[in-house]
């Protein structure tokens, strides 16, 4: 959910675990033991991070394997057949063939041979999964942002349980920076502060920039953090000061501001405008897309669907000249600039030209986040009578807009988290249909989030074709607080996944990272848990609202199959099906049959993108 520029809280996050031999004692430096351990684990991840990536252009990995041009990977004999294609009947099969970028063939090993040998003279190369692995497509994220996530590394602070902690990773950060330790007019950024987990006297914004100046290594700095729904801004005395004066109203937006009127340092939503920051060079973006591209690789993911394009990012993806995973883009469409939706044309991927760039949708917002109260509803906050939130989307945008977009062809898709928002948002998808009268599948309008829909509108996805967009860890994350935010009736409409597939609509399940983790598979254990990863929720062992809990088979579908046709490549991609691209992850376990709490310990094997191997080894 990043921008394009009195709560019931959740448990405690416990800080990060880290053995080093031998650590520093207190009496041996002058700082708390606690700081030289964060300083310690700084330096480690950004070695990890700024150490030369693994090729992501050329592919040493199987290269040095010897990787043939064709080849089959299969089970072995009496392990059953452990390739899940997805096809329409969810087919299990013993063996896939690939030749080059394609899959050739799939079935039993006996069968696929006798099929090859007819029509090749040269013997197929057979290789073996390890006992209990299995092979699914290629897993996509729907909801994702790229470059954001490679930021974030730099400066992580979801760990991070109260304002005094923060201030002492910014600390720890910005000592063990040559540049950053002597140059103290430099910007700092971070991202993934979570406000809700914090004890607070002072309401839901209990910390201001007020905060960053009672720090010796923060005071006086420029700073700007970005909060973990992407919907908050936090920045420092001086970063405020130099960028006074602030309206008084702002439209789609808060500017949080103490009992006197004062400004906190607390931008939400499209206030977070108001902050200006620094343009991160060329070598800026290439180094946060390597992090996030390995990142996501190691997890299986061979396609991204980034919700918010910028001009900026979306020239720098043009500019690669191979992209090492797909990338599907969302382009923010600014509502105060002129409308280009007949002057750009959508790009597609083509896939089966071996292209891995597609940018054929426009992204708005229509709302705020729920964590930080943003998110429109049509009846007031439980916590906070006083709001019912705000839309960020006018009337005119939705009524006029929308429609124009649609008629030139580009898919839309529209941030909507409150029930309000989703509601307005139907209503502006079923009148823009009608008018450009158009087959709904040639243009597939997607709902980004659809996390509060009222029982009045829920039917409506399916009846109108809108693909909803969800993130299952945010459902697991956020039902810590839901109740206590929305209210007993209210909630049993947060998340409600199975209720949207009732309703025939298709779901594309994501992660919103950086909001939460990169790990595809902790989203497939949320969906069909409803647990945090510990086994726990606010409803015990059985799951929040076990009732909304997706199949197995559903969750696969919603990260392979159901992206591709949310992206327009279901053609080409999302199942293991002839004439495909050979998109494929092999996994440890086989999480369609071992227990819940098993899948979360199944790791990736290799990840292959047309054929060749991305990461791992096969």
């Keep these: 959910m990043p921008q394009p520029n009195a709560l019931q809280r959740s448990p405690k996050a416990k800080a990060a675990s880290i053995s080093f031999p031998e650590p520093p004692s207190p009496a041996s430096t002058p700082y708390p033991l606690t700081i030289v351990l964060l300083t310690l684990a700084i330096i480690t991840s950004l070695a990890l991070i700024t150490r030369p990536p693994p090729s992501v252009i050329t592919n040493t990995m199987a290269d040095a394997e010897g990787l043939p041009k064709s080849y089959a990977i299969c089970s072995r004999a009496g392990e059953g057949r452990s390739i899940y294609t997805v096809d329409e009947n969810n087919t299990g099969v013993q063996c896939l063939v690939v030749q080059g970028a394609i899959i050739h063939d799939t079935g039993d090993l006996d069968d696929v041979r006798k099929r090859w040998s007819a029509e090749h003279d040269e013997e197929l190369e057979v290789k073996y999964i390890n006992s209990g692995a299995i092979v699914v497509p290629g897993m996509s994220d729907s909801h994702c942002h790229i470059l954001e996530y490679g930021a974030s590394r730099l400066i992580a602070l979801q760990d991070a349980n109260s304002v005094q902690e923060v201030l002492e990773i910014l600390a720890v950060y910005i000592t063990t920076d040559p540049v950053l330790a002597t140059d103290r007019s430099k910007v700092i950024e971070g991202w993934g502060f979570d406000h809700t987990k914090w004890e607070s006297t002072d309401g839901m914004f209990g910390f201001s920039a007020a905060d960053f100046d009672t720090h010796p290594t923060t005071r006086g700095r420029q700073i700007i953090l970005t909060g973990r729904d992407g919907h908050t801004a936090w920045v420092s005395p001086s970063t405020l000061a130099l960028n006074a004066p602030y309206p008084k109203e702002f439209e789609g937006g808060v500017i949080v501001r103490d009992k006197d009127g004062k400004e906190k340092g607390v931008f939400l939503d499209k206030a977070m405008d108001l902050i200006q920051r620094p343009k991160p060079t060329q070598d800026d973006l290439k180094k ?62 083509h896939p ?15 709302d705020g986040a729920l964590r930080s109260g943003g998110a429109a509803l049509y009846e007031p906050y439980a916590d906070n009578p006083a709001t019912s939130g705000y839309m960020r989307i006018s009337s005119d945008v939705l009524e006029n807009v929308v429609p124009l977009f649609l008629r030139d062809g580009w898919q839309v898709n529209i941030h909507s988290i409150g029930d309000r928002a989703n509601g307005l948002v139907l209503d502006a998808f079923e009148a823009a249909l009608k008018k450009v009268k158009v087959d709904v599948k040639a243009l597939r309008p997607r709902i980004e989030h659809a996390q509060i829909v009222a029982d009045k509108d829920m039917k409506r996805f399916g009846e109108l074709g809108v693909i909803a967009s969800v993130q299952p860890t945010h459902a697991t994350d956020d ?12 909630v049993k409409n947060l998340y409600a996944f199975r209720s949207l597939i009732d309703s025939g609509a298709h779901i594309a399940l994501g992660s919103d990272f950086p909001v939460a983790e990169v790990n595809p598979l902790a989203g497939f254990y949320a969906a069909i848990t409803r647990l945090k990863q510990d086994g726990t929720s606010p409803h015990g062992e059985g799951g929040w609202f076990p009732e909304q809990r997706l199949t197995r088979v559903e969750a696969l579908r919603g990260i392979t199959i159901d992206p591709a046709y949310a992206s327009f490549t279901e053609k080409h991609l999302g199942s293991l099906e002839r004439g495909k691209r050979a998109d494929f992850v092999v996994v440890s376990k086989d999480i369609m049959r071992v227990p819940p709490k098993e899948i979360l310990d199944a790791h990736v094997l290799a990840t292959v993108i047309d054929g060749r191997v991305a990461y791992g080894s096969i």
């Design 352 to 366: 089966e030209l071996g292209g891995r760039l597609g940018v054929r949708s426009v992204k708005f917002f229509a």
């Design 288 to 349: 946060r897309f390597n992090v996030t591209v390995n990142h996501a690789l190691q997890y299986g993911l061979t396609s991204l669907h980034d919700a918010g394009f910028d001009p900026m990012s979306l020239a720098f993806f043009k500019s690669q000249a191979a992209l090492p995973i797909r990338i599907y883009g969302m382009s923010y469409f600014d509502a105060t600039a002129p409308y280009w939706g007949n002057t750009t044309t959508p790009l597609d991927a």
């Design 479 to 490: 039902m810590w607080y839901a109740e206590d935010r929305l209210g007993p009736e209210r």
